[in-house]
């Protein structure tokens, strides 16, 4: 880290879903002078508290769990040190970049059932990650909540709830494609962290280091037996 001025990481990770020590980095950061920002996005506040584990900042982008309608496009920094959350006001100001009266207006009504679409969000990701575990057509589960899972332990220390993300690789693009397709209950869609269920094929950006028959999916708050049904009745489909 010598020479570094800020240390951005970002935890559990998007789409893989590893997870870093917060503390462990924030320490090494710190002694060589640099600042440490973590980015939030998937566990939100209510799931994981940065700031308390050292960090200089923590970002988000609120379009996901924070606001969990896919409706608006949204962000925020939070810093611990009234000098360092000046210089990102006063960025902001010069910028531009400052949130609409109807995004803010949907955002702080969302926020109003923060607690009961996380825990919802939550029990379906973890439900789900434990009726794939040891799927035949399945390889590569991720889900930091679930017990075994290579993050878990380091997870379990610095998190409170672990998100509504669990990724996983079926055989190929058309196994991927095939299971996307016969989904009923769930969207295929980008973006994360919305009431609905959502999934992707992630490889079809390119952009990403995954399998080509890689699988992001993000639980929604369905009725959890509904859920599970339905993705273990499109893996049915899928060679
Ligand atoms: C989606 C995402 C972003 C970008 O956020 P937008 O609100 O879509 O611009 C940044 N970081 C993470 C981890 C994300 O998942």
Redesign the pocket.
Known sequence: MAGARLVWL?TPS?PGLDVCDIRRIVEAAHAAGALVAV?N??ATPLGQRPLDLGADFSVA????SLTGHGDL???HVAARDPELAEGVRFWRKTVGAVPGPMEAWLAHRSLATLQLRLERQAANALALAEALRGHPKVSGLRYPGLPGDPAHEIAVRQMRRFGCVVSFTLKDEASAERFLGSLRLVMQAT??GSVHSSAERRGRWGGDAVAPGFIRFSAGIEDTGDLVADVLRALEKTT
């Open positions: 970002e998007n980015d996005t998937l982008s609120d379009t996901k496009l949204l962000g973006s994360f």
